[in-house]
């Protein structure tokens, strides 16, 4: 991530001063100064400032800097984040400052226009036919019931299949009255739409959304599908070992299942291409095929679809960089750190622990812990082909 000079605008003087502090911890190559909204533009007049950050509280108005901004230093980019006042002032820096990280990476890496370009082209979410029946059936029963039974039986196939779960998201966060948090975990997403909504979304996946599981191209697909399946399950174990809360063990779990929905959309929407091709094992050399064939890698066509269906960047981050985590923003134990140990441990693709990143998130004795937990199933037994 290329060094920069960010200006922090916050009217009180708690959160500032400290999200500097972090900010030059984290990113030791940054300019990062802090400064009160009256006196903003005047430290923009004397320039050096490429990127402008507003702290947001949650019970007070944020700075109306961007319109001036905009105006008259068109070159300066601008960016608002919301602190939390019950936190105390390091805490909420420090997750500030993984926000600004992460938004930044993923700015760079997702704002490629050929890779808008190519993944505005795809269309068809792939789902897996045996798991798409067993979820109409399930939808059925519970609307014969009146809506009584719980919705636990749709939640457990949606866990089983990326697409599904990124049709459900997709909608879930598209838009969420009430509030403007991403829903990332299937559980809520589930509860949020409610049967009816989701028996409608069913309703619109045409049978050409299901993916060919016969021939060459069908094993490929069946692997892949595996892979994200084994990949969810290792980083929630992974997530449970680290003594993650629930909801942070849901978002390990989705994060390892839409990790490699990249190259689902590459088989539903590209078949022709996609089938032709020899995939090779190795996840870097898998990676720069996809760049010779589709234009982008699957990490970032799924990190870019994530971020256009409404999940949040810490989710967006763990499918767009678990190749190479140093690249990205978080450091410490988090959906990143979560997918890329299942992959290395899964040993799939070849992928080597990236040392650099677990050294700089105090996470390097971690990989003899978490190779104990390997044990996940080769084999799915409820779902398949």
Not at 343 to 359: A, H, I, P, S, T
Request: aromatic content about 6%; overall charge negative.
């Amino acid at each position: 991530m290329r060094a920069r000079s960010v200006l922090i605008v916050e009217s009180a003087e708690s959160v500032g001063p400290a999200l500097s502090q972090m900010l030059h911890r984290f990113y030791p190559g940054w300019s990062v100064a802090a400064c009160d909204p009256a006196v903003a533009m005047s430290v923009l007049r004397d320039g050096g400032v490429d990127t402008v950050v507003t702290i947001k509280g949650e019970h007070r108005g944020g700075c109306l800097l961007a319109e001036r901004i905009r105006d008259y230093y068109p070159s300066v980019s601008y960016a608002t984040f919301t602190a939390n006042a019950a936190e105390s002032p390091e805490r909420t820096a420090n997750g500030l400052a993984q926000q600004i990280g992460r938004s930044f990476a993923l700015q760079e890496r997702l704002g490629d226009p050929d890779l808008v370009r190519v993944a505005s082209r795809f269309k068809r979410i792939p789902v897996i036919s045996s798991v798409f029946e067993d979820m109409c059936f399930a939808i059925a029963s519970d609307l014969a019931s009146g809506g009584e039974r719980d919705l636990a039986e749709v939640v457990r196939l949606v866990d089983q299949d990326p697409g599904l779960a990124a049709q459900i998201l997709k909608h879930a966060n598209s838009p969420i009255p009430g509030g403007d948090r991403s829903l990332n975990a299937i559980p809520a997403a589930v509860a949020h739409l409610g049967v009816g909504r989701i028996s409608s979304l069913l309703l619109g996946v045409s049978s050409s959304d299901h993916l060919c599981t016969a021939g060459s191209a069908g094993r490929v697909v069946q692997r892949d599908w595996h892979d994200a399946v084994s990949t969810a399950l290792l980083s929630r174990r992974i997530a449970a070992h680290e003594q993650m809360t629930p909801g942070e063990l849901d978002s390990a779990y989705l994060a390892g299942l839409l990790h490699n929905v990249g190259r689902l959309m590459f088989a539903a929407n590209m078949p022709q291409q996609f089938s032709a091709i020899d995939w090779p094992r190795p996840i870097a050399t898998r990676l720069a095929r996809e760049r010779d064939v589709f234009g982008v890698p699957h990490t970032d066509l799924g990190a870019l679809l994530l971020k256009l269906w409404g999940l949040d960047d810490e989710m967006t981050e763990a499918v767009g960089f678990y190749a190479d985590p140093v690249e990205g923003a978080s450091r410490g134990f988090g959906p990143l750190a979560a997918v890329h140990g299942a992959v290395v441990l899964l040993g799939r693709g070849d992928l080597e622990w990236d040392k650099e990143f677990l050294l700089e998130s105090g996470l390097a004795d971690r990989i003899e812990r978490w190779a104990q937990l390997d044990d996940v199933p080769q084999t799915v037994a409820t779902a398949g082909f």
